[in-house]
């Protein structure tokens, strides 16, 4: 099994920057692509962007590009997601998660999940 752990969530206004990061365990080797959801409240969980473990490559939802970014440090079993100017409409609990489908921002695809972390941007 694959356990994934988020961090880094929290208060902040409307223009700064986070960094989230999500620990892996367990049977990372399975794990082809990260990626981070979020959902904010009474809405479904959504796609925010994805990398693939082997070479890098990422994905983004349109409403993040040039803004997030997300990395990987494959000796730590880790991946990050930079924030930069961030909006109201950024809150939401973000979920790490792993997968075997790489361009995939269906759920469905990935079987792992870390429990979330809060982010409450303020305006």
């Known amino acids: 099994q694959v356990q994934l752990v988020e961090s880094g969530g929290g208060l902040v206004p409307a223009g700064g920057s986070l960094r989230l990061s999500c620990a892996a365990s367990?049977?990372?080797?399975?794990?082809?692509?990260m990626a981070w959801f979020r959902q904010a409240p009474g809405k479904e969980r959504e796609f925010v962007a994805a990398?693939?473990?082997?070479?890098?490559?990422?994905y983004y939802t349109d409403s993040v590009k040039g803004r997030f970014t997300i990395s990987k440090d494959n000796a730590e079993n880790t991946v990050y997601l930079q924030m930069n100017t961030l909006k109201p409409e950024d809150t939401a609990v973000y979920y790490c998660?792993?997968?075997?489908?790489?361009?995939?921002?269906?759920?469905?695809?990935?079987?792992?999940w870390g429990q979330g972390t809060q982010v409450t941007v303020s305006s």
């Open positions: 990398i693939r473990r082997s070479d890098g490559s990422t």
């Open positions: 998660a792993g997968g075997s489908f790489f361009n995939s921002a269906s759920t469905y695809d990935y079987p792992y």
């Open positions: 367990g049977r990372t080797f399975s794990l082809y692509v």
